[in-house]
């Protein structure tokens, strides 16, 4: 069974650039959800994707955008990057609402 | 607001010495509480889901408890390789998505 895998792992971009992220799912798992983890940090929740459509988002602004394809891989797109982006971003994958999230190890986004 | 407090932020213990971690949570209605394990530079990693009050999980040397306001994680004779940054989630039941909310974590280090 694959697990979530995530690329890049590590990615380093300018103030204003914008970057897009991808995730793969593990097998079975409809449900896709991103989170920002600042260093010393719990992660914190950006957005959930269940069968292609935004399912809950949390406090961060516009500029942070999604896509969920029909294999339901996952990508979450960052536009006019600020400095204070640069953190660890997690996708998670569950196969439903009462099952636990499985995360993968994250791109590591550092903004210069 | 849904909010977790883990504590202590960090714990130092020697191998065999046991201790237990801590997380409080104020969530409108739980549908279940999460212990993972994240090490450096990785995604966290799942290890329990707690659902009501009173209900034990067990794995290895690590046994997670639940109350109405908070969780304990108790390790017993730990070894070094249980060095780990440990997070505590709750899943809210309001709010329709499935998003997580997490705590910073505690940082647990075990010496030989």
């Known amino acids: 069974e694959t697990g979530v895998t995530q690329s890049p792992t590590h990615l380093i971009k300018t103030r204003g650039q914008q970057v897009t992220l991808r995730c793969s799912s593990q097998?079975?798992?409809?449900?896709v959800s991103w989170y920002q983890q600042a260093l010393g940090q719990g992660p914190q929740f950006i957005f959930q994707?269940?069968?292609?459509?935004?399912?809950g988002r949390g406090n961060f602004p516009p500029r942070f955008s999604g896509l969920q394809f029909p294999n339901y891989s996952s990508e979450l797109n960052v536009n006019a990057l600020e400095l204070d982006d640069s953190a660890l971003y997690l996708c998670?994958?569950?196969?439903?609402?009462?099952?636990?999230?499985?995360f993968g190890d994250g791109t590591r986004l550092s903004i210069l | 607001e849904d909010q977790v407090t883990q504590s202590p932020e960090a714990l130092r213990l020697q191998e065999g010495e046991s201790s237990s971690l801590n997380c409080s949570y104020t969530?409108?209605?739980?549908?279940?509480l999460f212990w993972y394990r994240q090490d450096p530079g990785k995604g966290p990693e799942f290890l329990f889901t707690?659902?009501?009050a009173g209900e034990e999980k067990e794995k290895e040397r690590l046994k997670a408890t639940l109350t109405k306001k908070e969780s304990f994680l108790h390790i017993t004779a730990p070894k070094p390789e249980d060095s780990a940054t440990y997070l505590c989630?709750?899943?809210?039941?309001?709010?329709?998505?499935?998003?997580?909310?997490f705590g910073k974590g505690t940082k647990l280090t075990v010496n030989p």
């Open positions: 998670a994958s569950s196969s439903d609402s009462n099952q636990p999230q499985h």
């Open positions: 097998s079975g798992h409809n449900t």
């Open positions: 994707y269940y069968r292609e459509e935004e399912n």
């Open positions: 969530v409108s209605g739980l549908r279940g």
């Open positions: 707690l659902y009501s």
């Open positions: 989630a709750v899943h809210p039941s309001q709010g329709g998505s499935e998003k997580l909310v």
